[in-house]
């Protein structure tokens, strides 16, 4: 007797999911990123409209590799041999064939002990200028190595961004170096930093096992897709605005 075809398991979870379609889709997005422009001063940087993304973070924290591993190529942004003396502000630019729909903006590491004191406090000011002001800037990435947490300086730019947070921009802490942690530690970490993100998103990365690649990728897409950019000022409008 003729057995009736079987029916699939509807209980089955899908092989291919939306999700995975859609962090396919992200990281071969983020691929596309290539070399902008760099710049020493605020003055220096393009005027232009589409949504940039901060990345910032402690000179020992892992932001290069992240951003290196996010981009899927190794050489994308700098890490100096020496930590903390990359003083530019470098910007790479995302969307397929040619054009330009986001920017990656890496910003200076901070904090590393060698640097002199009058370079630290005229960086922190460039990017306390750049995180307050610049007005395309859509989100911030803060790269932080969960063995150490939160430093001094990192909830100092914490405090910076605060205004902007509420105000709806998209914050993520990536805890990098997360392979050397183990699963509890990592739970751990986790739980501490989302009590101090003040309103942002945590997730774990590994630059090395790929963990939480998919998930940053999927942030990173998903905000410039539902970044609406500021409004021009009205033409109409003669009223000069309050100081």
Not at 9 to 21: G, M, N, V, W
Request: glycine share 6%; charged share 25%.
């Amino acid at each position: 007797m003729t057995q009736p075809p079987q029916q699939p398991d509807s209980a089955s979870p899908p092989t291919d999911t939306a999700k995975d379609a859609r962090a396919r889709e992200a990281l071969g997005w983020l691929h596309t990123a290539r070399f902008l422009t760099t710049a020493a001063q605020l003055n220096q940087l393009p005027d232009h409209t589409v949504p940039e993304i901060a990345f910032v973070g402690r000179s020992n924290a892992g932001k290069s590799t992240a951003i290196n591993t996010l981009t899927q190529k190794n050489q994308l942004a700098y890490a100096s041999k020496r930590p903390g003396r990359t003083q530019h502000i470098n910007l790479f630019a995302l969307g397929r064939q040619g054009q330009t729909d986001a920017v990656l903006t890496d910003l200076p590491g901070y904090g590393y002990a060698a640097v002199p004191q009058d370079d630290k406090r005229r960086w922190q000011q460039v990017m306390a200028n750049y995180l307050v002001h610049r007005e395309n800037l859509a989100g911030i990435v803060m790269m932080c190595d969960p063995r150490h947490g939160l430093k001094e300086l990192d909830e100092i730019l914490l405090e910076v961004i605060r205004p902007r947070v509420e105000e709806g921009m998209k914050f993520l802490i990536l805890l990098t170096k997360a392979d050397k942690l183990t699963r509890s530690d990592q739970a751990k970490a986790l739980s501490i930093a989302k009590l101090q993100a003040g309103g942002g998103d945590v997730k774990l990365f590994s630059a090395l096992k790929r963990q939480g690649l998919e998930d940053a990728a999927l942030w990173l897409r998903e905000l410039v897709e539902s970044h609406v950019p500021p409004e021009a000022p009205s033409e109409e409008s003669s009223e000069t605005p309050p100081e």
